[in-house]
């Protein structure tokens, strides 16, 4: 229930249904995470940062939480920080295209633009479908005038996000 509130929004009722459930089942690692990811959203940064970790030092394969650790120092600014749990993520989680899109953006913010490359385009590999992640990639290709691949990419996201309602809704700004 708690994950529905978050999707939805609703940060602090997700936040109590978490609460509840912690109290009563406290190694469950999921519910911590989804409780970091409700207070991140909320902007309690250093709050978050405390419940995510809580969430894997129960279970080190929790992807929810890892993927909620590199955001947290992403909204930091801390990119090296964020760019470390990374790649301690990906060594867990190595197909996981969201991962690869986070690191590559925070390379990208860095300043390290073959390693944002080298990452957008696992991203493609990994999840050809995913306009969103493509968007981003998109976006460091126009930002850094890359223009010898933003041709097929712009295709190819125009189409996911045309064909994709729930892709329209999680990424208004790229459609």
Known sequence: MSVSYVLQGKFQE?????????????GHAQAWAT?????RSLGDLPRALELN????????????AWTNRVDIYCDQGEFEKGIE?????????PNDGGLHSNIARMYSRTGKHKEAVFHFRKVS????????LLA??????REFR??????????????????SISEQRMYPMAW
Do not use: R, W
């Open 136 to 141: 981003n990639y998109l976006g460091h290709l």
């Open 125 to 132: 590999q990994l999840s050809p479908d995913k306009g969103g």
């Open 85 to 93: 749990a990374a790649k301690e993520a990906l060594k867990l989680f």
């Open 53 to 64: 970790n809580k969430a894997i030092s129960i279970d080190k394969k929790n992807l929810s």
């Open 146 to 163: 890359i223009d010898d691949m933003q041709d097929n990419l712009t295709e190819k996201c125009y189409k996911l996000f045309e064909n």
């Open 14 to 26: 997700a936040i109590q249904g978490t609460e509840i459930v912690t109290k009563m089942k406290p």
């Open 35 to 39: 409780m970091a990811i409700a207070v």
